[in-house]
């Protein structure tokens, strides 16, 4: 199939050089032409693993294009809409402006019979005003395709999808003609993704607003599962247990199961944190009160992990960092991607910063993005150079390469061991063993330190509940 993919960024870049890899011959269209000129060249303008040589494989058949001018889209029998959503800059609200602009550029190019299917996460009803945009092309159908990707799995994540959902007029039951065959949308949908339907992928059909609703109840609910054990985690840290333990027991329920539940600096990242807040946002408009003030919890339970860390790293350095030599583990909003939307690791780091320590930040592919949003925080690219005199090192985004550092050996370039694991990923007892004094979120390790020992259950209310 002749394809056009509109947006070439996190999501559009993957899923057009994934769409060519099955077959289709596909243009990747974007309106910055640096990065078009980056993906004709066969390189990722961002760090994601795999997709360089998706990419090179793509160009190489001819099958994959990418252009700077939407006039390329015009031979696509199905547009995929793949701009950026992001929060809006003054509400909750995610910014659709985006959308709408490449859906009206769009329409002078759209030939007929061809399809328009949005994959951004987008606030529901979006589709509905879509159709507005569209209102002299009545013959095009509109359908709403929601992407799961993750960052830094996206690759694998596109090729071998959980599930394909299908927003479509009328949904499920409009989806099958008399004789119970998929028409209409839904079987240009199926053409599309032939190969991952053979090879057994779920695919679900729905309405427009039920597959709306799905991405961002996916993203709410992996953000609830997140931020419950990290709520865990202080109540961890107030008596004693180890979240860890206590995250690895709930996990063997299979009703539970252990992913997401892995306690420490919390979600951030291009995604997750707009996400929740544009369901937020979404929920009060539709005056459902009770999952505003749900997603208001889960943010403010992530954010108060931020405080948490920077509290523990002013316990650490005796009340004050003020003068301190802090290295700091990880720019990234979490390992394999070298995206810093909203990283919890820079919050910190800029959080110490301001409070008066010598921040030195590090991170194997994020620096070049970090050093150009945060030029007051200074950057070394070497993690022994990093560290080379710290009085304080805090890990905060768990790259494989800090997990496997070794005690000893970082001990002889510190000043002083004292290290803060805030992604809880680290061994203590090795740590410990080597003459480290090391703290993470709600691991136990507060009991070896001052803070939990001295604390009882009835102790002041906590920092998340607090924090609204
Ligand atoms: C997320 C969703 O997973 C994906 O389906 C959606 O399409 C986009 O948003 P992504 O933002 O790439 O993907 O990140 P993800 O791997 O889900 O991690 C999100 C954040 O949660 C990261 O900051 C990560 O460090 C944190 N996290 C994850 C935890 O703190 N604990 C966990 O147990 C899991």
Redesign the pocket.
Known sequence: MKISVIGCGYLGAVHAATLAAMGHTVVGIDVDSAKIDQLSRGTAPFYEPGLDELLVEGLSTGRLHFSASMAAAAEAEVHFLCVGTPQSKTSNDADLSYLFAATAALVPYLAEGAAVVGKSTVPVGTVMLLRSVLADRKDVPLGWNP??????TAVKDSLVPDRLVYGVAGGRDASLDATGHAHGLTAVLDAVYEPLLRAGIPRLVCAYATAELI?SA??AY?AT??SF?NAMSELCDASGADVTELGEAMGLDPRIGG??????????????PK?IRSFRAQAAALDVDSVDQWMGVVDAINLAQRHRTVEIARELCGGSVRGQAVTVLGAA??PD?DDIRDS?ALDVALQLATLGAQVTVTDPKALPNAAMRYPQLRFVQSTDVALAGADLVLLLTEWDEYRQLVPADVGLKVRRRTMVDARNVLHAAEWEAAGWHIRGLGTGTAGRGTLARERTLGAPASSAVRAF
């Open positions: 992407e799961f990707l993750r960052q830094g991405k996916a993203n992996l599962k997140i054990i992913r997401y539940l892995h306690a420490g600096l919390g979600f951030g990242g291009g995604c997750l996400d909003f979490k991607t919890p």
